[in-house]
């Protein structure tokens, strides 16, 4: 008799699993960029300037939970799984970071490539947001990234489904012992 509890899922399977999960950091990364795009929106209406650029949250949440997917894919979650979960986390915050300003520039020398530009007009174009920008985006991003991997770690201490039952699921009367 086989035992289930080793048994590899299928490939819909994985990709269903996969699915979710890109849409959950999706609608968590969207829900994150999409207040700052509030409030700075907020902020310029102060000023008098109009400011509606929510598209452009949807798509750098789009783009950065699939970052986050093939970071994972590659093993990047995976080498700092031993420590205390603070260490995973900060350094999976860190990592994948980086790994989405990696990413950032690999899209523009490729943009700039199709479109023939030279190399000194790539860099020009990727440096044209300016240090402080960059510098607050892979700020906020880290702050996003921080209860986003503290959220993951404890769900894969917990077990499979389990945070999400203690999250979703009716809590039993006080006194009473927790639901398995």
Do not use: C
Not at 88 to 109: D, Q, R, T
Request: charged share 20%; glycine share 8%; aromatic share 12%.
């Amino acid at each position: 008799m086989p035992d289930h509890g080793t048994e590899h899922p299928s490939l819909k399977q994985r990709a269903i699993e996969e699915l979710k999960e890109f849409w959950i950091t999706t609608l968590y990364l969207f829900l994150f960029l999409g207040s700052f795009t509030f409030y700075r929106r907020m902020v310029l209406a102060e000023f008098g300037v109009a400011y509606l650029h929510y598209g452009v949250a949807v798509i750098e949440s789009l783009i950065i939970a699939k970052v986050v997917l093939i970071g994972r894919a590659l093993g990047l979650d995976r080498q700092v799984d031993r420590g205390p979960l603070i260490v995973s986390v900060l350094v999976k915050s860190v990592i994948f970071v980086v790994l989405v300003l990696l990413f950032g520039v690999l899209e523009h020398i490729v943009e700039g490539l199709f479109h023939r530009e030279a190399w000194a007009t790539i860099v020009r174009k990727m440096l044209d947001v300016g240090v402080n920008e960059l510098f607050a985006r892979m700020i906020v991003l880290l702050i996003a990234f921080l209860p986003f991997f503290a959220f993951w770690e404890i769900g894969q201490v917990l077990g499979r489904g389990r945070l999400i039952a203690l999250f979703f699921s009716r809590r039993p009367p006080s006194g009473e012992a927790p639901m398995a």
